[in-house]
């Protein structure tokens, strides 16, 4: 069974653009979320979608959105690019993301340069 | 506060050795999980071993096994017979939020572990 896939890999932009991410969660998962994880920190929680909608975000700005789709698969949107927003963007998948026992399967993630 | 602290930026070992990497966390949470990954240098986050905070017995998965303490708040990884292919970074993560509603990984800042032929 093929695992959490993400696109594109790399991306190189410049300050001020926007980007979208996207992301496949594992088969039979409705639960997706995002990570963004600075270079030798690790990641930090952005969104958690379930059956379309968000159910949980982190402390980042308003220039951060997602949404999920009726597959479940996912696309993070950012705007207004900031060199600070380099980083890997990870996403995971999981059953429901609800119940204890829950474990969140990642992506091999998308790297994001901000020039 | 630092929830999941890690305080091995990096650890070496020699293959076939075992190695411990260290990992304490804070709540309040009667009801919690404690997560491994691993990180190679490829950047996809692997998933190691779970425990929870309700389970009496410590998670071993293969080579993996997580040394949980719950009085001490620690749950260490132990990696036995290391391979070179178990140089990467690890993660511990602390799952947050009530079961029913949404839930998200803390993680620590990771210990990079190098092993040696």
């Given at each position: 069974d093929a695992g959490v896939t993400q696109s594109p890999t790399h991306l190189i932009?410049?300050?001020?653009?926007?980007?979208?991410?996207?992301?496949?969660?594992?088969?039979?998962?409705?639960?997706?979320?995002?990570?963004?994880?600075?270079?030798?920190?690790?990641?930090?929680?952005?969104?958690?979608?379930?059956?379309?909608?968000?159910?949980?975000?982190?402390n980042f700005p308003d220039r951060?959105?997602?949404?999920?789709?009726?597959?479940?698969?996912?696309?993070?949107?950012?705007?207004?690019?900031?060199?600070?927003?380099?980083?890997?963007?990870?996403?995971?998948?999981?059953?429901?993301?609800?119940?204890?026992?829950?474990?969140?399967?990642?992506?091999?993630?998308?790297?994001?340069?901000?020039? | 506060a630092q929830k999941i602290t890690q305080t091995q930026p990096g650890m070496f070992v020699q293959e076939k050795e075992a190695v411990t990497l260290d990992c304490t966390y804070d709540t309040s949470d009667q009801s919690y999980g404690l997560f491994w990954y691993k990180q190679p240098s490829s950047g996809e986050m692997i998933f190691l071993i779970y425990q929870g905070s309700y389970d009496e017995q410590n998670a071993t998965e293969g080579r993996y096994s997580l040394n949980f303490q719950k009085a001490r708040k620690s749950a260490n990884l132990v990696i036995s017979a290391s391979q070179l292919g178990d140089s990467a970074m690890y993660f511990c993560a602390m799952r947050e939020g009530s079961p029913g509603s949404f839930q998200k990984l803390v993680f620590g800042t990771g210990t990079r572990l190098l092993v040696s032929p």
């Open positions: 932009k410049t300050r001020g653009q926007q980007v979208t991410l996207r992301c496949s969660p594992i088969s039979g998962h409705k639960s997706v979320s995002w990570y963004q994880q600075v270079l030798g920190q690790g990641p930090q929680f952005i969104f958690q979608y379930y059956e379309k909608e968000e159910r949980g975000r982190g951060f959105s997602a949404r999920q789709f009726p597959n479940y698969s996912s696309e993070l949107n950012v705007n207004a690019l900031l060199l600070g927003d380099s980083a890997l963007y990870l996403c995971a998948s999981s059953p429901a993301g609800v119940l204890s026992t829950d474990t969140q399967y990642f992506g091999p993630g998308t790297r994001l340069t901000v020039l | -």
